[in-house]
């Protein structure tokens, strides 16, 4: 009956069309059942399946009924329901009245409470004893609750209790204190929550707030733009007396569903000192849940952008220049290397020709070891890392986000102190030196105060970019790119701004997935890749069989000296990004000899793969997206 009434209601325009072809003009013919009608039967034959014969009664003897009386005798039915429901745009007379609008349902829209999903409380102790309703008629919270993209008023919201262990039972968390009265309560995150409280007067189902994470993933729209988005496209064509969604919201909306992504794909639940703000949440989330940058649910991932098949030679070795790059190099000559070991490489193309003309065909059945798939990964960092203690060697967080430069470690040692290096005296408010270095505290406020930030910030850049005589200079802090000691004249003399750490490097695969990422404090530096790649990958068997990363060369370098490629090379090979080789390879031997992401020559067969155009002729393409970093961070 329900399905028979929400089918009526909910065709508005057909109705009218119906109801047009009843009431025709002098040169038309009237239609009982029209076509329209009997479109709408079909329609609701096929929702009821079986449960078709259940709009007849004995007496109407379906089964002697054609088809075509079937549907006839429930167009009838319909149409006396629409009737029924004045859902007609004629009257009595066959006076056209109004087309029919949509439907309103909001007055039937179910009474929705949020509550616990726990029957039973959940303490070994309390022996499986029942959740006793804790929220008082009078205190009960009415808030607006967003399922999918619909929006709800005056939701019910409840919370439980045990008697006996008094842990408190929410929809999004449990509550409770396991030292006795006088202990912080204990707040655990349930995985399994159906609704999230994502504001003081906002709840969200899990719909929405994976629909926040996968917007936020896959588009890599901020939380206000989320919110706008949202806002435009939902909030603005429903009735409602709530709010718009604020950026806040949305913000809280992916930490809180990310949580619970992260502690489930990990077989994990997420304990943590409950009232804690958000920006609390997420460090010690993460501090829980991290795993020092290893994203767990992405460690086997696999997809056919991500892994092919293992071949142990190529299907045809030709003379090319082992230096030229698939995709680039056809038909045309590859840039001779510049510089030292030039002759090398004329060799190694020399090689490459006579090597072309003796090849004979071999086996190509690969060993058992040989059979697992081929696997790339790519490295790369980007410059925007997040600011850290000002302290010398220091890298913890800070302590005051906002207005703060040291940790709470150095904000106890030096919080009163003057923030200038070897100066001991007590600071002067509202400066931050002692009276000795005011001039350099004005100085500093003139220059980067917050009036002036923008405008300091523009002139630098244009300083540094188009270096005209008429434009001021900046002393800047060098960073450390490499390996080299930092050099001591480069050093602040003061702990007026927090640092921030040089970059935030990820391991990513070919199709964009992120395995892994870590902050690195002053430099990307080979040894902190090696360093990296050592904590994510700590045994043979998890490396993949291709890493790739745009200063891949000077990583092999490293790890020839530092004697890690005698491991290394067992398993896994250094490539340099496509983007990159280009250059590389006319300064860098090492780099066009070893570093190649796609040789055209073939030497390299599972950086190689055929496809097939549309005429089925074949051609060579590059096995794996080595640009995957460039297309994750726009």
Partial sequence: MLVVLFTTTNNPDLLNLHARQQNPSPVETAQIVSGWMKALVRALEEKLADNVDRLFKKSEQKPKLDANQVQNAIGIKLDSLSKLLKLYPYDSHGKYQRALKPVSEKDIEPALVICPISMQCQTMSCNHRSIRLDTRDRDVPRVTLIKGTKIYDGVHVLSGKCSTCETKYYADHESSQQNGAGSDKTKFYLNSAKYLKVGQGLWVDRIFSGAVVNGTYSFHASSASFAEFWNDSFWSVQEHNARKISRRQIWHTYVQESIRMVAKSSGQSLELKDELPIGEVTKHAFMSLGEDGVIRSAENHFCSECTHDYKRTADQITGDDPAALIGVDENRDVPLLTGENAVLAVQDAAQARLDAENAMDIDRTPSPSEETPVKLVVLDGVVMGPTHCAYDNC???????????????????????????????????????????????????IRYGRQSLLGIRRMVRRSEEERLAWLPTFNRQTQQHDDEPTVAGNQKDNYFIAPRFYCVETICAPCGVVIAWTKFAKAESPTNILNFLNSVYPTPELRPNYICIDKACMVLRTAISNHSWETWKETSRFIVDSYHYINHRTTDYLCRKWCNPAPLNRSAPNLVMVEHDAGGIPHYKRAFNTQVWFIFSI
């Fill in 395 to 445: 890298t913890q967080d800070l302590a005051q986000v906002q207005k703060g430069v040291f940790c709470v470690q150095h904000e106890i040692l030096r919080g009163n102190l003057c923030r200038m290096h070897g100066c001991n005296n007590i600071k002067v408010a509202p400066s931050q030196t002692c009276i000795q270095h005011q001039n350099r505290w004005y100085q500093h406020a």
